[in-house]
């Protein structure tokens, strides 16, 4: 493995045969659109069921929690699954699925201000 080219271990331990585990999204691509409006993302997690993703205000120009997901959704594409969660310390949780057969984005993004 070459960092940031993260190859996920398989979800399942013995999978059906011909089953092929989804692909986890390009994460140069998930910190290029982050830096653009002030973010910084980092990887935490198994990755085996999704991809877990932490995403920290870095700068003084970065835009709101809503508006950063609104650009990461069209960036990678993806579409915004379900609602925002509001999770411990003021951070907030989401869910994006990229066009495709690849693992879900749980992304958890803290506040810009507390």
Known sequence: MIWPDIIAPPQHENPAPGWVDPAVPDLRLIWKLAR???YAVGV???LKRDFDLI???????AVS???FVGHMAKGLPASIVGVNTAKPHGRTAVILQIDGWFKPIDLSILPTRL
Request: hydrophobic share 25%.
């Open 44 to 46: 935490h997690g198994s």
């Open 55 to 61: 995403a920290a205000p870095w700068t003084d120009q």
């Open 65 to 67: 929690t809503t508006d």
């Open 36 to 38: 653009e409006v002030g």
